[in-house]
């Protein structure tokens, strides 16, 4: 038999949830399929458990600090890392409860439980049960990729899955992945009280960042006592009688170092391998991200894809926008745009990096003059009252042809100009249908 409904949603994650309060407020009968945790990798491994335990970090790193700001805990400060688990693990409890009880709650949703695959264009199999809709939304998120590095298969490893369950401190953490996900647990881990060696590939951490960013964040890791091994590109792992032999060394430094535990953070792969998405001719790219236009439709009528799955974010907020840019455009008669929206992002490490807009290496290659202002954290006074003036804060600005020069230079941080790279002048925006190449370009709403 089969169930038919408005629309049906896949994936309980970020944008999900509230496409389903928008439709049925709307009053569209609607289905919402989830097959694991309400909430998502957010809510259940991701943002909130990893951010309930960068908190639980930095409140130790500030006891150590006591006598700094005119305190003593009588004592070494002991950290008690089943506790800090239970902690982040109950907050995230909340928040998924929250997430389901919302959805049963919701008048003219239907919640079912159980891993969907289409077997038509309009007809996803829910276990035995069949249910049909002219518009799906799928909202399937992303897991950690696991590379193929020569020895994987003959070492244990964890995930930023496994590594929230840990009840205790590792000895000695190596992290495989110097992005926002690892450097997050390299730095909390070793607040913990781990060794932690963070191996990157490339020859900076977060490379999407300007080399001095990167350069500033490494020596802030660096700076609490986490060793940085960069432009390894023989990473290989084998087992070793303290755990595992993380061979790092390509060319100069130690050429292994051993690690009790290892942390694989080298990036996420869509959930699309197992959706079944020829049955409805879904294209995806060679990383699997489903294929869609500026609106967020697939290659398919009827069907759209939201979140990470589709490759045009990987944020709670990039997946929480796209539901507003899908509703928008079905529900208010909108034009809404991905390519619209303004990019943004944070790395919580302690201090935070955070940036909205262009790097400073992606302005000048629009070859458009630019004004770039920047202050140490050193000079700020609300930063040296709290005791936090490692880093600095950056402002780039594009001024409009013919704005009057003093005008321009009323910047009230030290401003420069910069000197705009040999690109003529702004290049079209590149629109593609996809992040990355997909077969097809039609509907391309470009
Ligand atoms: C360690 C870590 C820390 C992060 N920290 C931050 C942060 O601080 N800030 C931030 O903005 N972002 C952060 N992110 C990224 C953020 O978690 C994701 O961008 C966000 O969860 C994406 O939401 P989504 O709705 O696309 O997918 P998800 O949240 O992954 O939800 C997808 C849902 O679909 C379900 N599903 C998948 N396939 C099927 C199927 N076939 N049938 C039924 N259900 C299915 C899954 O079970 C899942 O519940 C972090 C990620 C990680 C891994």
Not at 9 to 36: C, D, M, N, S, Y
Request: aromatic content about 4%; some cysteine.
């Amino acid at each position: 038999m089969t169930r038919r409904f408005d629309a049906i949603i896949v994936g309980a994650g970020q944008a999900g949830p509230p496409l389903a309060g928008r439709l049925t407020a709307a009053g569209w009968k609607v289905a919402l399929i989830e097959r694991h945790l309400f909430g998502g990798t957010c809510v259940n491994t991701g943002c909130t458990p990893t951010k309930a335990m960068v908190a639980s970090a930095r409140a130790i790193h500030l006891a150590r600090r006591g006598a700094e700001f005119g305190f003593s805990t009588g004592g070494e400060v002991v950290v008690d890392m089943a506790r800090v688990q239970a902690r982040a693990a109950a907050i995230s409890a909340q928040s998924r409860e929250g997430v389901r009880g919302w959805l049963d709650g919701m008048d003219g949703c239907t919640v079912i439980e159980g891993h969907a695959r289409f077997v038509a264009p309009d007809t996803l199999a829910v276990g035995d049960e069949h249910v049909s809709a002219p518009r799906i939304f799928l909202d399937v998120g992303g897991r950690a990729v696991v590379p193929p590095l020569p020895g994987i298969d003959t070492v244990p490893f964890l995930t930023n899955t496994g590594i929230l369950a840990l009840r205790e401190v590792p000895k000695h953490l190596a992290v495989i992945g110097g992005s926002y996900i690892g450097l997050e647990f390299a730095q909390m881990f070793r607040r913990f009280g781990a060794r932690v060696t963070v191996v990157e590939k490339g020859p900076h951490l977060v490379a999407r960042e300007d080399e001095a960013v990167s350069e500033a964040v490494r020596g802030i890791v660096e700076g609490e006592g986490i060793a940085v091994r960069t432009g390894a590109e023989c990473i290989t792992l084998s087992p070793h009688e303290d755990g595992v032999a993380v061979g790092v060394a390509c060319t100069e430094g130690e050429p292994e170092v051993v690690a009790s535990h290892v942390l694989l953070a080298v990036g996420r792969r869509p959930n699309t391998d197992d959706l079944g998405l020829e049955a409805a001719g879904i294209e995806t790219d060679e990383r699997g991200a489903i294929c869609v236009d500026d609106g967020l439709a697939t290659t398919a009528d009827g069907v759209w894809a939201l979140g990470d799955c589709n490759g045009r974010g990987a944020f709670t907020h990039t997946a929480y926008n796209d539901f507003e840019i899908v509703a928008a455009n079905l529900l208010d008669g909108g034009d809404r745009r991905v390519s619209d929206r303004v990019s943004g992002y944070a790395l919580y490490t302690d201090p935070p990096l955070g940036r909205v807009g262009m790097t400073l290496r992606d302005a000048r290659a629009t070859g458009r003059p630019l004004l770039v202002a920047s202050r140490p954290m050193s000079r700020v006074g609300r930063a040296a009252e709290m005791g936090e003036t490692r880093g600095s804060c950056r402002r780039l600005s594009m001024p409009k042809p013919g704005a009057s020069s003093a005008r321009r230079s009323s910047a009230s941080m030290a401003t420069r100009r910069s000197t705009a790279s040999s690109t003529p002048s702004t290049p079209a925006r590149p629109m593609t249908c996809c992040s990355g190449r997909c077969r097809s370009t039609r509907r391309c709403r470009n």
